[in-house]
């Protein structure tokens, strides 16, 4: 059984800082991409930071470019999202996220790429 399971999200001021994790059992980790995807109210769910575990390709979206890191702990199947200088705008639930590799050197950022997904943690950045 795949399961994802997220911890970290919290209340946070803006310009603060917030580490989310991602706990990853039921796979072979060094297999699959991962990827950090939220959706805000109203909006659609969107990729965030995503990597592609059998290389360790990393791809963020633009708005948390500089920002946002994603890495992975192969030894303890943990993915974790180090998010920096959170503006209010961060504000989403966000969900980590599973798919067997598509290829070397591709990161997956689309929600319909990945097949697995956990139940998400909220993530509030205050003004």
């Known amino acids: 059984e795949v399961q994802l399971v997220e911890s970290g999200g919290g209340l946070v001021q803006a310009g603060g800082s917030l580490r989310l994790s991602c706990a990853a059992s039921?796979?072979?980790?060094?297999?699959?991409?991962i990827g950090w995807f939220r959706q805000a109210p109203g909006k659609e769910r969107e990729g965030v930071s995503c990597i592609n575990n059998s290389d360790g390709t990393t791809y963020h979206r633009a708005a948390v470019k500089g920002r946002f890191t994603i890495s992975s702990d192969r030894t303890k199947n943990t993915v974790t999202l180090q998010m920096n200088n959170l503006t209010p705008e961060d504000t989403a639930v966000y969900y980590c996220a599973a798919t067997p590799n598509y290829a070397m050197g591709y990161v997956p950022m689309v929600k319909s790429e990945y097949d697995y997904w956990g139940q998400g943690t909220q993530v509030t950045v205050s003004s």
């Open positions: 039921g796979f072979t980790f060094d297999d699959y991409a």
